[in-house]
């Protein structure tokens, strides 16, 4: 199979057909219903003209099933011949090894004359079934599909009018992870008129594949140097991060050369995109050649959003928080973006850990760490947790500042991870300290609610100025099946006189599993004049025995006092 021909290889397994979708010049694509007649009268057709040649390749086989049918495991064949006689369909295929077996099932069609099954047309049509040849053999075409794994389809190029040959480096991606496209090598392809384009991408040889496969098994050589693919989209010719919602998948193939067909519509721009899986060396070439009837423009696919910025961070063991139902999810790795002018943002989370899976959000935060996420916080995210990467595009944030939260679905899972943000115009991007950098921790002693009691509270008091804000986490379980409602306040003495200084959620109770906590608050001595300063706690539709979980983050050393019960 040279490369002066375009190559299509197809898998051929029972019950998974090849559809030849077009009139001249067909691509062999999954099917999920085998249509071997069509397959025949197309290729057959072609073969005739002297436009296709063809090759059969088998997968794995024991050495009982290679005794039996006289096939070689994961071996390619040669195909000499195509011929129909009336219903007979058969293929001369030539094994290229010189003292190769050959097929045995030839001998039971020779027993079976007598029954007419290898009729006297078919015996003259075929005088090249002498085995004087040696290595070739006669088979029938529904043999050929029932134990042969491959097909390979090579066209001549003679067939176009115009071809386009693009050669280009790949340098493999530092994060191998096959679902992110970041450094895939892509091609906008663009047409003025309605037109069929065939894309061929070729691997060149790399004197580093020989050392790889020259301690190998034949069989296991070709699968050591790695897969190629083609996929095709519909993103008016833009890069793609994913290799979702391709309008065009095709296999990977260990074969230097895999191919695909593209339908054109008049004017309208498509990207085409390289794609590998386990390619071993660290920097490929390659060529892309376009062939059509028509001209093409085609050139490096663009970014969409040229501003981009990269940051790259990492989950650690304090702040590997898990998803939004974890109560440790504030925790997670958290970044403020600056938006100067409405813009799309695109944002491209990515991990060299496999068995991670990741998210990424984008929420109203006014840049600030946030402690919860609800659906009207939320301006964007990349759906489910996905392993490897996430992705999240938003066609139009406004002017502002926004936070970017990057998760992880169990919480304590660790690694580096790469975040990726594209824009129209130029963002500032900074990563948020965490809850507690830099901060004091008093963790106070847990809350247990008596029945019929709703609010505790206890004294704070602060030697000089201090920043603070206050936690309230419910304890999951302690001893009811869930978590209380709540509500954390800082008040300003008590009774008709007490001033609330700030309240968690606007006043409303929530069960959140990360707790609920007041704003950061700048608090004194003579800030706790008159009636002193309060830390409050309240619940809402609990059970005896729900607990609570306090603790004060502040800038400087505080004190508070024992938990007591008062009406406010």
Known sequence: MGTNW?????SIPPKVSITLEYAYITNCQYSDDLNPAKLWDRVLQSFDYGDVMITLGTGKLSCKEERELGLAGAHDYAVLDMKETGSQRQLLIKNPWCDGM???????????????????????????????????????????????????????????????????????????NPDSFIYNPQ???????????????????????????????????????????????DVDGYRVYLGDDALHRGAFVDSPQTLARLDTAPGKAYTIAAAQHDLPLPKYSFTLSLFSRSPLIASPAPDSLPHLSTLAASWTRSSAGGNAQSPTYP??????????????????????VKDIAVHVSLVWGAGNRVSAVTTRDLLGGSGEYRRGCALVSIPHVAEGKYTIICSTFEAGQ???????????????????????????SVRLPRIVFREGVERMLAPLTAARMTRLKVVARGVQGWTGARRPLLRVALERGQGPN??????????????????????????SPASAVPGGLWIVVERLGGGVGDAVDVEVLSDGPVQVGLWGTGDG
């Open 414 to 440: 660790t690694g580096a991870f790469t975040l990726r943000v594209s824009a129209a115009v130029s963002c500032s991007i900074a990563a948020i300290p965490s809850e507690d950098a830099g901060r004091l």
């Open 187 to 233: 091609y906008t392809v663009k047409c003025d008129v309605e037109t069929s384009v065939w894309i061929l991408l070729s691997r060149h040889f790399a004197t580093g594949e020989h050392d790889i496969v020259k301690e190998k098994p034949l069989p296991d050589a070709s699968i050591a140097l790695g897969f190629i693919s083609l996929y095709i989209f």
């Open 498 to 523: 007490k001033l609330v200084l700030d309240v968690s959620d606007r006043g409303e109770f929530n069960d959140v599993p990360m707790g609920v906590r007041t704003v950061d608050l700048d608090v």
């Open 102 to 176: 050959v097929w045995k099932g030839f001998r039971g069609q020779v027993e079976e004359e007598q029954e007419h099954t290898w009729t006297k047309d078919l015996s003259v049509a075929l005088p090249e079934r002498s085995p004087t040849a040696p290595g070739t053999f006669w088979m029938d075409y529904e043999d050929v599909v029932q134990h042969f794994e491959s097909l390979y389809l090579n066209w001549n190029p003679g067939l176009f009018l115009y071809r386009q040959d693009h050669h280009f480096s790949w340098t493999m991606a530092p994060i191998k």
């Open 331 to 352: 925790t997670n790795p958290q970044f403020s973006i600056r938006v100067p002018s409405p813009t799309p943002l695109t944002l491209f989370l990515e991990t060299p």
């Open 6 to 10: 375009l190559d299509t290889r197809a």
